[in-house]
């Protein structure tokens, strides 16, 4: 007791920078389900709502960035302090960069909102559920700071790729079966791939994750398929 | 944040002999804040510090010029009652120095003089004031044996203890850690950080980090002036001030 | 509150009384021997022998005696003073030869110097035959001095840092090499001045040399180590207690005590000057 | 690492050389001393009052000259200790800095005063004015004896006690005052208490020095072998009877061998209270640690 | 120079920081420019070289991660030099990500080899010109310390994004009039897109070199166009 | 960057008479590096390195096993001379200590020790040492002036040069800047830096900062054990062990 005392305060600290992290990470995740949900069940209310929030999740983003140079400024830290603080700040971008996502797709499900859907959405809400069960995992991961569990983020990306060539391979077909769907299914192009671009954020998250607990550098692609040229 | 204002120092000057040591020091500590003052060695924040219970007093040459106001009372009136003063605004320093009687008399020091003579109300300070100070739980079987025999953290500790036995509502603290060990300097800090609760603390030290740690306010002082005051984040990373820049990335100092 | 103001003001006021009656009082006695001994006072008081049964002329022999007397105590205190003091500071082991010497050099402080004087004429006078001469004494005023002189050559020697001598071993130097090269060199200074220090001591004792080596009255500076000397503390005694005319002589006295003081005093301010010098410095 | 021992051995042999001293000193006042008990038992010695060393039978009971060297260290202790003490307390915590860079020398400085000079003074100015002001036979006497002793060890134990006083950490003096207290209460509660085992042995080495000086008791205690009544009374405190004798007494014989006696006796009353200063130092330096 | 004695080091090593940056930002531009050149000229071989070097530059990005923890870890630093070692975190990963798009770019060029293009290619260059100009703008206001030059980039921003309307609605135009177009010009559509973001990401840098500067937190937004939902 | 190994420590335990102060010791250092040795106080530190010149050998009770190569010669052999091997093994020490003597006979004491007598070939090592050390300029004007004059930072300085005067091949410092400010700190450390040029150094030191801006290498000692030896950018990031990493976080000492 008497010996952890001397990082007492900066373990509370830390805590409270993850805490943030967390903070952040529902939000951002929320933004996706919640922006994707807007643009399947077309409701306008919902993503403007997301937009609105966007503010919010820049601010907090912001805080963490200045949180964590309090950090340093504060306890020089070490070893693994530093690879978990520096691996704050990082994380806290990726996911920000999430969160915009969420805001894209808001708009996208505006300017669809009231035009009928050339086809349901199935694969787009699957992507997202992936999305967030990877987002969870690699938190939980920090949070109960088990390296596993990040390391089961980088297999689901990989998946949601899939998902998204399928979404492509789809949308192609479906324009040029009839032009018209073109505008739309562009949007939904974006969508797809903007999402896809989510699941590289996540893997990155994930890494910084391995990294922060276990001091290796762990490249997501030793876990997965090769990416083909 | 900011509540009330605790102490006031307008347009402070500090002369020791002819040599001006402080220029136009104007500013207001909240009440129940952490402030932090750090600067180069011979700023002038010991000396600044020193003003608030007059401790100056004693120093042949010293003169202030300007007001301090603590609780919008000017201590340099010729009404103030130094002693009284003294007693409301406490002090511990850069050495721990427990006076050479035991645990418990160090604490009743302060009281005593003041007069309390009853046992009860003595041993009932004693308590409050180790306990507020940290220390009760470590001493609390041998509060008869002699304070020196204690570690450099418990001395200093206990030198807390002693300087809230009086009730102060201010607490000035000249670099309290810079003669104790890491330990005892994060045991202090953590205290440093309960204690505004009940009290309104001035702490000078030459650590920057700490400062970032502890306080909640930070005054730059440089040469003699005020350079700057500020919330401590905003200092630490983001200083309005080139010099406030320039001290705490080592330019110079 | 007021009664503890009170009550410091009082205080204070007493402690400057006090100082201000010894200073006073010091200054009253130095002032009273100055002026009354600076009348017969001239080079030829200084220079020439006491005539007609000490009630004329002037005092050059006791004054050299008392130098002679000095020389051959510190010839003798010096050298051992320091190797003691060397030996404490740099070879000792807590072991039981060391407690004994500590022990005897605390002892030897404090005996009275009568005693010394004792112990002089049993050992250097009768038992090693020496007889009363400047031998005798001047050995007895060294033993006398032997204390003081290891006390502050140890001090000496603890002063000089650790580091001096981790640092000139580090280099490849032997401990002697070290010791002669770094530690003595590095030491003197404060050697020196506790060496004059107990030379402002011996010139003004008394007690020990009176049944040891002081003469009564002496024709002439001694020529040997084994002549008897006059002594200026001794002169002033026998011209106070046991002089021809002892009231007409009263100019002389005072002119003599005006001497020694200024000799003692004079030498023991040098010392006292550079001792504060050498603590500033060290700190 | 080669020839380190030789140094060593030389300089551990010269530095028994103190070793030898004292043993000296005590082989030579026992041997030439306890002669003595030949002619008179202990009990006769230390409790008889009559001293005619050369009578024939010698009386040699030394209570007299025991009480006299007693009485006049207690008497000049007693004007000298308190004195000394408000000097020293005056220096280190009240005097101004500039008084106290010249007082703290001067002190140091007149520690070196010859008793030779005091005892002359005593006898030439104290001595008349005594007899003059208090219309005595002899000015020569306990008190004036007295005084000088005290004058005498004023410096002595005044720059020693300031020493100890001034050892005080300023700190803690900082501290007393920042808790509200005035001057003197920091003095007495807080740098006293601190500086005691120094102060107390300052005063025993100021006891010390008063009760082996001789000269000054030689030249105005008055001489008398007797047990004073009052503070008029002349004293032969026991230095003063060995200086005063020594000179014309024969080797060898029972009176030599008595002021040998006296010396032992001195010898033992120092050194017991030299030996006690010695402990209440070291213990002031444990507790201090 | 006794003064400025204590900093050497950091100095040093905080240049060196930048110089690492500074060749990121090189090759990050580089990649964008040799892509949509190889892009625009049908020329595989300069396509698989800039997807060659990609290591590299995951490599230094990786290099200076490390060297920026190694300087908090050094050096405890605060003040500017605190806010320069983490911008110059942050600005790694943007570039980084910039580098990527130039692999993704350099991919759509070697698909789109030996096809046709269905259009001369202008505008698309003229968006990785402007890209470039504002990355040497905000690297050389870093390297200068000049806050100035760095607040040019966010109008350049707002040309980008001009440029990638007009580039999208043409592409829409031209797939709708003949859909064989389509999968050409979705992967242009997508080119544009990519080069859109790393306008984005380029805002980020400057954005970090302002506050790296001044201490003052700089939204890009402050100085463009509101952006339209 | 490894290159040759200077030092080679096989299995050595240390006692200081019945406790057991350096456990099984084994480890290389590299000629021309900086290798840090770090770890709690008491940790064995200092001891190691004193075993390097042998500086124990006047701890009585101090007794070394196992085998300390230098340049492949066992220094615990029985044919070792010692004083050339200090005078192949420079040590600065914690606090400056140059002799109270002049600037040039501080740096002369070793070589004269070791029988140089010209006054010129005296001279040329007085030069290049104080060069060495990047102190020339500052005192080539007053060679004959006392060492003790110096400041902090050049005192330490010319112990470095003194040090080198000798012409060791290895440089051992012993907390070199702890009595130092950190502007003196600073310069000591560049030096370091630059010293590894012509000497291998092996440096303790307390601030893990200082460990991680001036070496190559790092140790670190736990109980008189050697837990982790790395290159020293690893040990602050991501050491492998996890004492290491408990240290290095201040999870103790
Ligand atoms: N008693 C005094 N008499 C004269 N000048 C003094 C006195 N005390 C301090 N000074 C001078 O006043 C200036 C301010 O000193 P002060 O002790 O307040 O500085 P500081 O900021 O506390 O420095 P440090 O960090 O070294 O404690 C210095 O230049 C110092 O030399
Ligand atoms: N002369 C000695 N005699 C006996 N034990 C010693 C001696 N010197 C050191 N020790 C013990 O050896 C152990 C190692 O000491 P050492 O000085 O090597 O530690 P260190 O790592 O250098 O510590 P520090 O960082 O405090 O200098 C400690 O437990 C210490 O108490
Ligand atoms: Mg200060
Ligand atoms: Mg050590
Ligand atoms: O813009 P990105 O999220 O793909 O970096």
Chains 1, 5 share one sequence.
Not at chain 1, 41 to 54: F, H, I, P, S
Not at chain 2, 69 to 96: C, S, W
Not at chain 3, 264 to 282: C, D, F, K, T
């Amino acid at each position: 007791m008497q010996e952890l005392n001397a990082r007492r305060q900066l373990e509370a600290d830390l805590s409270e920078l993850t805490r943030m992290l967390m903070r952040l990470s529902k939000m951002a995740e929320e933004a996706l389900a919640r922006s994707v949900w807007a643009l399947k069940n077309q409701d306008v209310e919902t993503a403007r709502n997301v937009l609105d929030k966007d503010d919010a999740l820049d601010q907090l983003t912001g805080r963490i960035d200045v949180e964590c140079m309090n950090f340093v400024a504060r306890f020089q830290p070490l070893g693994e302090d530093l690879r978990t603080v520096t691996s704050i700040m990082h994380m806290a971008v990726d996911l920000e960069r999430i969160g915009d996502y969420g805001g894209n797709i808001a708009r996208a499900a505006i300017e669809l909102a009231g035009k009928e859907l050339m086809k349901p959405l199935i694969d787009i809400p699957r992507m997202t559920a992936t999305l967030s069960e990877m987002l969870e995992k690699a938190m939980s991961s920090l949070e109960r700071r088990e390296p596993a569990l990040a390391r089961e983020v980088f297999p689901l990306d990989d998946l949601v790729d899939d998902l998204e060539k399928q979404i492509m391979r789809e949308l192609l077909l479906l324009m040029m079966e009839r032009p018209q769907r073109i505008e739309q299914a562009t949007l939904l192009l974006n969508v797809a791939r903007t999402l896809e671009r989510a699941g590289d954020h996540i893997t990155n998250v994930a890494e910084r994750v391995l990294y922060s607990l276990t001091g290796k550098v762990i490249r997501a692609t030793d876990f997965r398929r090769p990416k083909e040229r | 944040m900011k509540g009330n204002v605790q102490i006031r120092s307008q347009n402070v000057n500090l002369y020791y002999g002819p040599a001006k040591v402080l220029k136009d020091i104007t500013f207001d500590i909240f009440d129940h804040t952490v402030t932090a003052l750090i600067g180069p060695s011979g700023c002038g924040k010991s000396s600044w510090l020193r003003c608030l219970n007059r401790m100056n007093d004693y120093i042949a040459g010293a003169r202030v010029e300007g007001e301090i106001l603590i609780d919008e009372h000017d201590i340099y009136a010729r009404d103030t009652d130094v002693i009284a003063l003294r007693r409301n605004v406490g002090m511990v320093f850069q050495k721990p120095n427990p006076f050479p009687m035991s645990i418990y008399d160090n604490v009743a020091y302060g009281p005593r003089l003041h007069g309390v003579r009853s046992r009860e109300q003595l041993d009932g300070i004693v308590e409050r004031s180790l306990r507020g100070a940290a220390l009760w739980t470590e001493v609390k079987d041998k509060l008869t044996s002699s304070g020196i025999g204690l570690s450099g953290g418990q001395q200093q500790r206990l030198c807390i203890a002693r300087a809230i036995a009086t009730e102060p509502k201010i607490l000035l603290m000249d670099e309290p850690t810079s003669a104790l060990d890491p330990m005892a300097t994060a045991r202090i800090e953590e205290l440093v950080r309960d204690l505004k609760k009940n009290f309104t603390v001035v702490i000078v030290t030459h650590n920057m980090q700490q400062a970032a740690r502890v306080s909640d306010f930070t005054a730059f002082f440089l040469l003699g002036e005020l350079v700057e005051y500020e919330v401590t984040t905003k200092i630490f990373t983001a200083p309005d001030d080139k010099r406030t820049e320039d001290y705490i990335t080592g330019r110079f100092g | 509150m007021n009664r503890r103001r009170a009550v410091n003001g009082f205080m204070t006021a007493i402690l400057w009384a006090s100082a201000a009656f010894l200073v006073l009082l010091l200054l009253a006695i130095l002032i009273y021997v100055g002026v009354n001994g600076r009348q017969p006072l001239s080079w030829e008081f200084l220079t020439e022998p006491p005539r007609d049964s000490m009630t004329r002329g002037g005092i050059s022999t006791p004054l050299v005696g008392t130098m002679q007397l000095v020389i051959v105590s510190m010839f003798f205190a010096l050298p051992i003073g320091v190797v003691t003091g060397l030996y404490f500071a740099e070879y000792s082991r807590d072991g039981l030869f060391t407690k004994i010497l500590r022990l005897a050099i605390r002892s030897l402080a404090g005996v009275p110097s009568v005693v010394f004087g004792l112990f002089g004429l049993s050992l250097f006078v009768v038992t090693l035959g020496f007889g009363s001469s400047l031998l005798s004494a001047g050995l007895t005023l060294g033993c006398l001095t032997l204390p003081l002189i290891v006390t502050a050559s140890e001090q000496a020697f603890r002063a000089v840092p650790q580091d001096y001598r981790d640092a000139s071993y580090a280099l490849g130097a032997t401990k002697w090499q070290t010791i002669v090269k770094v530690v003595l060199p590095a030491a003197s200074s404060t050697v020196i001045t506790g060496a004059i220090l107990s030379i402002g001591r011996v010139a003004g004792e008394t007690a020990p040399i009176i049944f040891t080596g002081a003469a009564f009255y002496a024709p002439d500076i001694a020529k040997s180590l084994f002549d008897e000397v006059m002594a200026l503390p001794y002169h002033i005694m026998v011209l106070a207690t046991a002089g021809v005319n002892i009231e007409a002589t009263r100019p002389i006295q005072y002119a003599t005590v005006l001497v020694l003081l200024a000799l003692v005093l004079g030498v023991s301010s040098v010392g006292v000057v550079m001792r504060r010098r050498l603590r500033r410095s060290g700190r | 690492m080669k020839n380190e021992g030789l140094p060593s051995i030389l300089v551990a042999a010269v530095s028994s050389l103190g070793i030898f001293i004292m043993l000296f000193i005590l082989y030579f006042l026992v041997t030439e001393g306890i002669p003595v008990l030949r002619e008179a038992s202990l009990q006769k010695i230390l409790l008889e009052k009559a001293w005619y060393p050369t009578e024939t039978p010698p009386a040699l009971g030394m209570s007299a000259l025991i009480v006299g060297s007693f009485s006049v260290t207690l008497l000049s202790s007693l004007l000298a200790i308190p004195l000394s003490l408000l000097v020293a307390i005056f220096i280190s915590d009240v005097a101004p800095s500039f008084l106290r860079d010249i007082l703290k020398p001067v002190l140091e400085l007149l520690s070196f005063l010859p008793s030779i000079v005091l005892g002359f003074l005593g006898m030439v100015v104290l001595a008349p004015w005594l007899q003059e002001r208090f219309e005595l036979l002899s000015g020569l006497n306990l008190l004036n004896a007295s005084i000088l002793l005290g004058i005498m060890s004023v410096p002595i134990i005044a720059s020693l006690a300031e020493e100890a006083l001034s050892s005080v950490p300023g700190e803690l003096r900082d501290a007393s005052y920042a808790l509200g207290a005035t001057r003197w209460e920091t003095i007495r509660r807080v740098v006293i208490p601190w500086a005691r085992p120094g102060i107390l042995s300052a005063c025993l080495l100021g006891v010390m020095r008063s009760l082996g000086e001789t000269m000054v008791v030689l030249m105005a205690a008055g001489g008398a072998a007797i047990i004073p009544e009052s503070v008029f009374d002349p004293v032969r405190p026991l230095t003063s009877t060995i200086a005063a004798e020594m000179g014309e007494t024969p080797v060898g014989s029972t009176h030599y061998h008595a002021l040998f006696f006296a010396g032992l006796i001195l010898f033992f009353m120092t050194l017991a209270i030299n030996m006690l200063s010695a402990w209440i130092e070291s213990k002031g330096s444990v507790i201090r640690s």
